[in-house]
């Protein structure tokens, strides 16, 4: 008996933004889509400063510099929003 190994690669290939969500596409073809109300820093930005994104620990982040915003692909995988402050 064989155990097959599954395979996944959570490395962002891709990063969309709407006024209401946020879009990350995985580079094993996964995407995953979260309420943008989740993320204050990123929802208050323009549509400019959301687009200009780049991928960092090594591709299992998202760095938006003009924000100093930064999320993981974990994070996002479990559905984990940014915590409220109290």
Not at 37 to 61: D, E, K, S
Request: glycine content about 8%; aromatic content about 4%; hydrophobic content about 40%.
């Amino acid at each position: 008996m064989t155990i097959s190994e599954r395979l996944t690669d959570e490395r962002v290939s891709d990063v969309r933004c709407t006024d209401d969500t946020l879009t990350v596409d995985l580079m094993d073809g996964r995407t995953i889509s979260v309420p943008l109300a989740w993320f204050p820093r990123l929802a208050t930005g323009t549509p400019a400063q959301r687009a200009n994104w780049q991928p960092c620990a090594g591709g299992l982040g998202i760095h938006w510099p003009d924000l100093d915003e930064d999320l993981s692909t974990a994070g996002l995988l479990a559905g984990n929003p940014v915590p409220r402050a109290a």
